[in-house]
C-alpha cells in the first residue's frame, strides 16, 4: 500500500500569519533613514529628514535608538526646558545692555574698579 503523501516547500509567507510577522517584526525591528535633499549650487532648498523605526521599545532601547527622548519635539520637558532657556537668554541680555549703561554714566569708577 502507497501512501502519496504531497509535501511543498513553507516559504515565510505560506506558514505566518500576519500576527507571526508583526511579532517577528517587533521582536528583531526595522529602521529605515534616509535624507533628501535638494540644492542649486551650494544654496539648500529643501532637507527632508525621514527616520522610521518599527520595533518594541524594549528592543529600541537595547540596540541604543532612543532619539524620541531627547527630541525637543517628542518631548513636554524638552519644550519647557527651551522655552525657560529663551526667557534666561532675553532676561540676560537686557541686563547685559544696563550695565553697559550704567558703565557709560560712571565711567569714572569703572576704570578705577579695573585697575
Known amino acids: 500500500m502507497s501512501t502519496n ?3 511543498g516547500v513553507i516559504t515565510a509567507t505560506q506558514g505566518s500569519s500576519l500576527a507571526d510577522i508583526l511579532e517577528r517584526v517587533l521582536d528583531k525591528g526595522i529602521v529605515i533613514a534616509g535624507d533628501i535633499s ?3 549650487g551650494s544654496t539648500e532648498l529643501l532637507n527632508i529628514r525621514i527616520r522610521l523605526l518599527i520595533s ?10 532612543n532619539w524620541w527622548e531627547s527630541d525637543p ?3 513636554s520637558q524638552t519644550r ?3 522655552a ?4 534666561l537668554q532675553e ?3 537686557s541686563l547685559e545692555t544696563e550695565l553697559q549703561s550704567l558703565k557709560a554714566l560712571n565711567p569714572i569708577n569703572h576704570q ?4
Do not use: F, H, M
Open 73 to 75: 519635539y517628542l518631548n
Open 112 to 115: 578705577n574698579a579695573g585697575d
Open 38 to 40: 535638494i540644492s542649486v
Open 5 to 7: 503523501t504531497n509535501r
Open 56 to 65: 518594541s521599545v524594549d528592543k529600541a532601547k537595547e540596540i541604543g535608538i
Open 80 to 82: 519647557t526646558l527651551l
Open 84 to 87: 525657560t532657556n529663551q526667557q
Open 91 to 93: 532676561r540676560l541680555a
